[in-house]
Antibody, heavy 117, light 107 residues
Framework: QVQLQQSGAELVKPGTSVKLSCKAS????????MNWIKQTTGQGLEWIGIINPGSGGTSYNVKFKGKATLTVDKSSSTAFMQLSSLTPEDSAVYYCARDGMGILDYWGQGVMVTVSS | DIQMTQSPSVLSASVGDRVTLNCKAS??????LNWYQQKLGEAPKLLIY???NLQTGIPSRFSGSGSGTDYTLTISSLQPEDVATYFC?????????FGSGTKLEIK
């Protein structure tokens, strides 16, 4: 069965970076794009961007350009998202979600990132 | 960006009731509309894709309809396990966008 296993919660300091992981199993990793989504109480669900694991090609929500960088490691079927220059506004739950032609059909369990000094 | 507006923001209904949740897009999204259910502390779960297609394993009491800018999710007979927040989501154009959610409660 399809599973997306995300890395554990992060407590990070302002101004630093964090790299989140999403390990896929149960399907051919390069057959589906991978999305990343941010969830906060105030802003709700926001789409960050998408990566094609086969080519490494990416597209980003303009709001997150320069903030998020999406990469993959095909050898381990893992997608990554690096968030840089962190501020308290980046505190959120972040999800990866498999893409089936725009249908985000399977989601990771989410990872909470807390930015605090 | 396409704005997705959901109504109501909170809905309280009784077990067995037929409930309807609404989602309005700021422009035509050509039926590229999905519905997700999110229970407390869990990831969103796909219920309906492309307006009216029931995801595998989802109970048939859930259904979707709509076109253009207006879409609905209907639960034909509300069950206690349906307590959750429901989000609509458009994938007609980038950036992909979500509605702000309808919180469904049991009276």
């Amino acid at each position: 069965q399809v599973q997306l296993q995300q890395s554990g919660a992060e407590l990070v300091k302002p101004g630093t970076s964090v790299k989140l992981s999403c390990k896929a199993s149960g399907y051919t990793f390069t057959s589906n794009h991978m999305n990343w989504i941010k969830q906060t109480t105030g802003q709700g669900l926001e789409w960050i961007g998408i990566i094609n694991p086969g080519s490494g090609g990416t597209s980003y929500n303009v709001k997150f350009k320069g903030k998020a960088t999406l990469t993959v490691d095909k050898s381990s079927s893992t997608a990554f998202m690096q968030l840089s220059s962190l501020t308290p506004e980046d505190s959120a739950v972040y999800y990866c979600a498999r893409d089936g032609m725009g249908i985000l059909d399977y989601w990771g369990q989410g990872v909470m990132v807390t930015v605090s000094s | 960006d396409i704005q997705m507006t959901q109504s109501p923001s909170v809905l309280s209904a009784s077990v067995g009731d037929r409930v309807t949740l609404n989602c309005k897009a700021s422009q035509n999204i050509n039926k590229y509309l999905n519905w997700y259910q999110q229970k407390l502390g869990e990831a969103p779960k796909l219920l309906i894709y492309n307006t009216n297609n029931l995801q595998t394993g989802i109970p048939s009491r859930f259904s979707g309809s709509g076109s253009g800018t207006d879409y609905t999710l209907t639960i034909s007979s509300l069950q206690p396990e349906d307590v959750a927040t429901y989000f609509c989501f458009q994938h007609n154009s980038w950036p992909l966008t979500f509605g702000s959610g309808t919180k469904l409660e049991i009276k």
